[in-house]
């Protein structure tokens, strides 16, 4: 699995939009890169997944570059419980789904 | 939405006993996995199972430790003699398919060993 290199933490206000960056210079061909969202006292969440260009859900956006060696969260108007851990996992699961979490990035969202 | 559940959510244990936490994976998932997460740590791996084998297990995963699908609907983590570094919140996951990186977790057991 690639190593990821993200920010600790992070602050925004509500209503703002949030981009998280997330670095993986050794991502190699097959790999996927997804993010997945964690609240206190509670399970990771899946929350987008994509290889290339761009890609978009109900949550959240994910653009990736050509080179692919970055990949950057975007959440849109951010609200006070989009607070919480957000990690980026880039690498190809394989045969045994094994996932290796980070250390995430802390968001906290300010009234 | 279909969910992973988890029981119980908080067991409270003494050193040298045993606990054997429970998991109902969504039902149509194949793949079910075990992890936990230590107090301010992050998430880490602990086995992942299917057709009833251990397809991979971390170092964490030692002899201690044991999984089972003791029918259709559950899947179980036990602890023979837990320790106190053994204090973490656990969390079964499953998914359809081990490819790709959509898991679903369940909300965790947090374990307390006293």
């Known amino acids: 699995l690639a190593k990821t290199t993200q920010p600790i933490s992070m602050d925004s206000y509500e209503g703002q939009e949030v981009n998280i960056t997330c670095s993986h210079n050794?991502?190699?061909?097959?790999?996927?890169i997804t993010w997945y969202q964690q609240f206190p006292s509670q399970g990771p969440r899946f929350i987008i997944q994509?290889?290339?260009t761009k890609v978009t859900n109900e949550v959240a956006s994910l653009f990736i570059p050509a080179d692919r060696k970055s990949s950057t969260l975007s959440l849109p108007r951010v609200s006070l419980s989009d607070t919480a851990v957000y990690y980026c996992?880039?690498?190809?699961?394989?045969?045994?789904?094994?996932?290796?979490f980070g250390q995430g990035t802390t968001l906290q969202v300010k009234p | 939405e279909p969910e992973v559940t988890q029981t119980p959510s908080h067991q409270v244990t003494q050193m040298g006993q045993e606990v054997i936490l429970r998991c109902v994976p969504i039902?149509?998932?194949?793949?079910f996995y075990w992890y936990r997460q230590i107090l301010g740590q992050k998430v880490e791996f602990l086995v992942s199972?299917?057709?009833?084998?251990?397809?991979?297990k971390s170092e964490i995963f030692d002899d201690q430790f044991s999984v089972e699908r003791p029918d259709g609907s559950n899947f179980t983590l036990k602890i023979r003699s837990t320790k106190l570094e053994d204090s973490a919140m656990y969390f079964c996951?499953?998914?359809?398919?081990?490819?790709?990186?959509?898991?679903?977790f369940g909300p965790g057991t947090r374990l307390t060993v006293t």
């Open positions: 996951a499953s998914s359809e398919s081990p490819v790709g990186y959509e898991q679903y």
């Open positions: 050794n991502i190699a061909t097959n790999d996927y």
């Open positions: 994509g290889y290339k």
């Open positions: 996992l880039v690498g190809e699961a394989g045969n045994t789904g094994k996932l290796i």
């Open positions: 039902s149509n998932h194949l793949y």
């Open positions: 199972f299917y057709n009833n084998e251990i397809s991979e």
